[in-house]
């Protein structure tokens, strides 16, 4: 499994847009970057998935450079409720044994 | 999205005593399943892959006799912690995959064992 890393945590205001880049070295070719968002005493939840270039869903965007070797989630207009912690996972989606990082805590204050 | 489902929530028992915790996969067949323990202010650090019809498949210092798994049926698997000690208190987590779709995976809402 890749190796991931990310920072430990971020601030951001409400309205604000948050950037989290993951940095993945040692991305195999059928490994795939998932993001994942877990608030305090519950599960992790999905938030988006991408293998290349970019990838745009309701909540997020993820880009993801030509060498693959890093990624970055985009939180648009980001509000209380986004304060929790962002992991950055990689790995074969055929794999299911997902390794979970430290992850990022992102804090936005009103 | 697919929901898994955790039960119980949270639970208290005396030390030296048995918790089942269950996850169930409410509306799809999950073929394989999967048990996380979450300490606080930490990462979630993956127990064990259970497999329906199959023993599970227990990750490096993780004592198979303590940490029981059974998955019995497609939507259904269990984790019984045994003769329960205060430092086995954590936050447990399963996932579990759709059978035979390539998809994320999917985390019940965890359950809180407080061992006193």
């Known amino acids: 499994l890749a190796k991931t890393t990310q920072p430990i945590s971020m601030d951001s205001y409400e309205g604000q847009e948050v950037n989290i880049t993951c940095s993945h070295n040692n991305i195999a070719t059928n490994d795939y970057i998932t993001w994942y968002q877990q608030f305090p005493s519950q599960g992790p939840r999905f938030i988006i998935q991408?293998?290349?270039t970019k990838v745009t869903n309701e909540v997020a965007s993820l880009f993801i450079p030509a060498d693959r070797k890093s990624s970055t989630l985009s939180l648009p207009r980001v509000s209380l409720s986004d304060t929790a912690v962002y992991y950055c996972l990689v790995g074969d989606i055929r794999d299911y044994k997902l390794s979970f990082g430290a992850g990022t805590t992102v804090t936005v204050r009103a | 999205g697919a929901v898994v489902s955790q039960h119980p929530s949270r639970v208290i028992c005396k030390s030296g005593t048995s918790v089942k915790i269950e996850c169930r996969s409410l509306?799809?067949?999950?073929?394989?399943m999967f048990w996380y323990r979450q300490f606080p202010k930490q990462s979630l650090m993956l127990m064990a892959t259970s497999n329906e019809g199959s023993k599970a498949t227990y990750e490096q210092g993780v004592e198979k006799d303590k940490f029981l798994i059974n998955h019995a049926s497609l939507t259904l698997s269990t984790l019984t912690v045994t003769s329960a000690h205060p430092e086995d208190s954590s936050f447990y987590i399963c996932?579990?995959?759709?059978?035979?779709?390539?998809?994320?995976?999917?985390f019940g809402q965890g359950t809180r064992l407080t061992v006193v």
């Open positions: 991408g293998y290349k």
């Open positions: 996932s579990a995959k759709l059978r035979g779709v390539d998809t994320e995976a999917f």
């Open positions: 509306d799809f067949q999950a073929t394989t």
